[in-house]
């Protein structure tokens, strides 16, 4: 009996044995903590139909994953603190945050998390529900992944933006219609630090 064919044959199952040994594992999925030092939620609002009234939240934090492999895997989420709404006047800020709008005692956060996430040619659309004065609502954002890679300090950064349009009455806030818009345009952006 020739043998060199069962040699061939265990020469190749060798081969391939080791090839897929020492390939690589598929790549995870990365997770990302927001760097509340650069992460902004500011939004503007109509005031007697004649100015705009911009303000911010100064307490934002959330987590990223991105998969780029499978960007349906991928999710975003963001928590707001409602009770630092800032727009530069104390007393203003203090009516915002009284039960005639925000009611922070009583819905001390807004939160956004993801329910479906689409690659796009810039970024991704993601859909997901917000939370809001108590109210929960499902909205689609277009997120524009604006850069990602090494800092200065050794960490790897992705950074995102969107803005999107929201009416305050959709999440029970219809005090004061005839002085205050409906429409709340929210500008965000956030970077992400890889964990």
């Not at 050794?154 to 009455?169: D, H, M, P, V």
Request: hydrophobic share 40%.
């Amino acid at each position: 009996m020739n043998a060199t064919p069962l040699i061939t044959f265990q020469l190749i199952a060798a081969c391939i044995f080791s090839v897929l040994a020492t390939s690589s594992p598929a790549i995870a999925a990365d997770q990302y903590a927001l760097d509340p030092a650069h992460a902004a939620v500011v939004f503007r609002i109509e005031h007697l139909g004649m100015s705009y009234t911009y303000g911010r939240f100064n307490h934002v934090q959330g987590k990223t994953t991105v998969d780029a492999q499978n960007p349906s895997a991928s999710s975003f989420s963001l928590t707001i603190k409602s009770d630092s709404i800032d727009t530069g006047l104390k007393k203003r800020d203090d009516h915002l945050r009284s039960p005639d709008f925000f009611n922070v005692k009583q819905f001390p956060v807004i939160t956004f998390q993801s329910t479906a996430v689409h690659a796009t040619d810039d970024g991704y659309r993601v859909t997901g529900d917000l939370l809001l004065h108590g109210v929960t609502k499902s909205v689609t954002v277009e997120l524009t992944k604006m850069g990602q890679g090494d800092d200065p300090w050794g960490n790897y950064r992705i950074g995102f933006a969107t803005e999107l349009t929201i009416k305050r009455s959709d999440f029970g806030m219809t005090n004061m219609p005839e002085a205050v818009g409906d429409d709340v345009h929210l500008m965000i952006s956030f970077e992400g630090l890889r964990q």
